[in-house]
């Protein structure tokens, strides 16, 4: 089945304890992107990547890290998580580098940072 | 810089009525729109997309969307909604030359019996 997996699905942490979500894909897309949604802000961007060790910033990279070691997998790591860092991160990828091909999601994962 | 507005946050129906959630837009070139739909403790889902062309897309469940190029709009609509289409909506731009997209804020479409 395509999909794009998301992991943890949820998490609960403490503030400045390193983590990562891991992001994976098995539909051979070049591009991957990552963003938070919150309430009444919609979903913003954090980072994308149009393929394999290209990275670039979204709307809010502050605090976040990525990286695109492979083609399948996207990492979104907080090297020092913050309580303003509590969301709902969503991982997608796309075909064609993504410009006009529709991106496919990830279930989400709801980190709480205390 | 681009940007989605999403300017309703709330629609309200009632089944078998016609539905319109608004989107209006702010690019440098040639759009690519899209709209999306989340349900309850779900990802997102593609529901269509504007590329170029005819300006009425029609898209999943239904659902079409008419872009105005002149007003910069790019409205969802379904002719008789469903309980089930209720909803958080999304509207997104893409930025042609680059991997940037940006959404709007979305709109919750709750359809009543």
């Known amino acids: 089945e395509a999909q794009v997996t998301q992991n943890p699905r949820y998490l609960i942490t403490v503030t400045g304890k390193k983590l990562t979500v891991t992001c994976s894909q098995n539909?051979?897309?070049?591009?991957m992107s990552w963003y938070r949604q919150d309430p009444g802000l919609g979903l913003r961007q954090i980072y994308y990547?149009?393929?394999?060790?290209?990275?670039d910033k979204g709307d809010v990279p502050e605090g976040y890290k990525v990286s695109r070691k492979e083609k399948r997998n996207f990492p979104l790591i907080l090297e020092s998580p913050s309580p303003n860092q509590t969301s709902l991160y969503f991982c997608?990828?796309?075909?064609?580098?993504?410009?006009?091909?529709?991106?496919?999601f990830g279930p989400g994962t709801r980190l709480t940072v205390l | 810089a681009q940007s989605v507005a999403q300017p309703e946050d709330q629609v309200n129906v009632a089944e078998g009525n016609p539905l319109t959630v608004k989107c209006t837009y702010s690019?440098?070139?040639?759009?690519?729109l899209f709209w999306y739909v989340q349900y309850p403790n779900r990802g997102l889902q593609f529901l269509l997309k504007?590329?170029?062309?005819?300006?009425l897309v029609k898209g999943s469940y239904g659902f079409e969307a008419e872009f105005n190029k002149s007003q910069t709009s790019f409205h969802l609509k379904k002719p008789s909604a469903l309980v089930s289409d209720s909803a958080l909506y999304f509207c997104?731009?893409?930025?042609?030359?680059?991997?940037?997209?940006?959404f709007g804020d979305g709109t919750t479409l709750t359809v009543k019996p």
């Open positions: 997608a990828s796309s075909t064609d580098r993504g410009r006009n091909n529709e991106q496919f």
């Open positions: 539909m051979n897309h070049e591009y």
């Open positions: 990547s149009m393929n394999v060790e290209v990275t």
């Open positions: 690019v440098s070139g040639n759009p690519y």
């Open positions: 504007y590329i170029t062309g005819d300006n």
């Open positions: 997104a731009v893409r930025d042609t030359n680059a991997g940037k997209s940006t």
